[in-house]
């Protein structure tokens, strides 16, 4: 479960509205999931800011890098190909962004969010192995380095999304 905060710097004058923040001392439950709230949600701080935090589960964080991290695959590969004319970008581009879209889909729905998973997870495995690859290869740090930092990252949401559903 990961965790934000969200930090709303106020004027003095605006501190006696009420806010879409509000105080919770227990938790609430929603779709059969419990989601503790803090005590200090909505607590106006003595510097005249509003503080609101929330719990994101992990998984839910899953479709959403999906779709991003397609999008990027998708305008790298085209964006190598009008620059370079590199067709092996241009494919390499248009398969992630099939993939990336099949897994989108798959894990919005409950049956085959497990499935949708895993095939975010095998697909930004695969572009982590290109990517590394690459940089090994190239010893440039450019394109392929913020890439496979990136593909880590989409990896390891893939992952921990995918160990939470089976736990």
């Known amino acids: 479960m990961a965790s934000c905060s969200l930090l709303v710097h106020q004027p003095r004058a605006a501190l006696s509205y009420d806010y879409y923040c509000y105080e919770r001392s227990k938790s609430t439950n929603f779709n059969g999931m419990s989601y503790p709230f803090s005590p200090r949600i909505g607590s106006k701080t003595r510097r005249g800011s509003l503080e609101c935090k929330c719990?994101?589960?992990?998984?839910?964080?899953?479709?959403?890098?999906?779709?991003a991290y397609g999008a990027l695959l998708l305008g790298g590969g085209l964006f190598a190909f009008s620059k370079s004319g590199s067709k092996g970008s241009l494919y390499g581009g248009l398969t992630g962004a099939a993939l990336m879209t099949t897994a989108y889909f798959l894990m919005r729905a409950q049956e085959t969010k497990a499935?949708?998973?895993?095939?975010?997870?095998g697909s930004a495995f695969l572009f982590s192995s290109v990517f590394g690859i690459r940089l090994a290869a190239s010893r440039k740090l450019t394109p392929a380095g913020p890439l496979l930092g990136i593909s880590i990252c989409a990896l390891s949401v893939f992952l921990f999304a995918y160990l939470h559903d089976r736990i």
């Open 55 to 67: 719990q994101v589960q992990l998984t839910e964080l899953a479709p959403a890098t999906s779709a």
């Open 115 to 121: 499935f949708g998973e895993a095939l975010g997870f």
